[in-house]
């Protein structure tokens, strides 16, 4: 569980930069880098972990689901 | 919980927008409420060596000490937004771990078949508590003000308390190390789990991709669909705390909706596939939401990216937990 929580980290960063940012350039052009980036590179790490992530077998379905023959 | 957490978040981060009219002093009113995760690995690995319920139950009794100062400065009109700031601090230690450990008491109560369903049926909880919370937040900030809206938060969060109390006792994990106990020990044992979870993260391609991607959503997109939504409420829609109440309501809206179809179909059969999709989506809503100038279409847009986030969230909740099946405690 311990490592798992790290990925939180990122929340509070983002939140900073992001306040700091608007005053800087502005709301809308905030709003269009941080999407950009999170698009981005959310295709990179499907791209990069394709094997991982896309190409898995489906998770079999619960014991008591009825079974096709 | 949920109830207290959303009332406060809109309550307080309207005061500070307000107030100060500063929005990078709202994002820091916002980082502040999440101080925790600073140290949340040491607060997952003490929830699993101590148990879930014991840790909830200290951390909903700070929440509860701590609304119940703000309560009387409210009242007393001593509050100034120096005062939410500290608060917010002391508060931010503790609260952002609290989703973690529901998530926690989830992996050690449910069997794994049953995982992506009661995820689901946590975040729906969750999420209608943040529409119920939200709305009347903003309705009891803008009819009774501050301080009389922070005796119904505080009262909420001596409620969550004492219903943790009804939560089942774990047995204690045994300290696998032979050596004496105390908090040297625990110490010791805890910093090893960590870096076993770490070197299991980083070898388990899937765990780490997952973590990877996390990390970005938080990082990226929690931002724009929540801690900013009351200097858009304000600023861009010129709105009142009711229209912020409005707006994360909306957001939440879209997330039950998402949870009970989760929990009706019992989930995707390709949790990871529904991640990577779902987060794609949930990005492009809320571009699409930053460009929004109407009200009611911006509600709309939030509803939308609330039901991708949901989905993408769930999917990834019951993943991660599925991937660390089998790992140290401290995974």
């Not at chain 2, 009347?136 to 909420?156: D, K, N, R």
């Amino acid at each position: 569980m311990g490592v798992r929580t790290l990925a939180i980290y990122g929340m509070p960063v983002g939140l900073m930069a992001s306040g700091a940012l608007i005053e800087l350039v502005g709301y809308l052009l905030t709003i269009g880098v941080y999407c950009a980036v999170g698009l981005v590179f959310t295709l990179l790490i499907g791209l990069k972990w394709r094997a991982s992530l896309w190409e898995r077998s489906p998770v079999a379905p619960p014991a008591s689901a009825p079974q096709r023959v | 919980m949920s109830w207290a957490f959303e009332m406060e978040t809109l309550i307080l981060g309207w005061y500070v927008m307000v107030q100060t009219g500063s929005v990078l002093l709202l994002a820091t009113f916002g980082s502040l409420q999440l101080l925790g995760t600073l140290a949340a690995p040491m607060f997952g690995v003490l929830g699993d060596r101590l148990g879930g319920r014991t840790l909830l139950c200290v951390m909903r009794a700070i929440c509860s000490a701590l609304a119940a100062v703000l309560m009387v400065l409210g009242l007393t009109g001593w509050l100034t937004p120096l005062w939410v700031f500290v608060v917010a601090a002391l508060t931010g230690i503790v609260r952002p771990n609290d989703l973690v450990m529901r998530h926690a008491l989830i992996g050690e109560t449910i069997p794994p078949d049953g995982v992506m369903g009661a995820v689901g049926l946590s975040r729906a909880n969750a999420d209608s508590a943040r529409i119920a919370g939200a709305l009347v937040g903003a309705g009891l900030s803008t009819l009774l003000g501050l301080g009389y809206a922070y005796v119904f938060v505080t009262i909420f969060y001596l409620a969550s308390l004492a219903l943790t109390f009804g939560v089942a006792r774990r047995p204690v994990v045994p300290d696998p190390v032979e050596a004496p106990r105390g908090a040297g020990a625990l110490r010791t044992s805890s910093w090893r789990e960590l870096k076993d979870g770490l070197v299991y993260v980083l070898t388990t391609p899937r765990l780490l991709a997952l973590m990877w991607l996390a990390f970005l959503i938080n990082l990226t997109a929690y931002p724009v669909s929540s801690g900013l939504l009351p200097y858009v409420a304000r600023t861009v829609y010129r709105a009142d705390a009711t229209g912020l109440g409005w707006l994360v309501a909306s957001f939440s809206f879209g997330a039950l909706l998402a949870s009970i179809v989760m929990v009706a179909t019992g989930g995707t059969r390709h949790p990871e596939r529904t991640v990577l999709v779902h987060t794609m989506i949930w990005y492009a809503l809320l571009l699409a939401f930053g460009f929004v100038q109407t009200f009611g279409i911006g509600l709309l847009t939030l509803l939308l990216a609330g039901f991708a986030q949901s989905v993408a969230m769930i999917s990834m909740t019951a993943s991660l937990l599925a991937a660390s099946e089998g790992a140290s405690v401290g995974a």
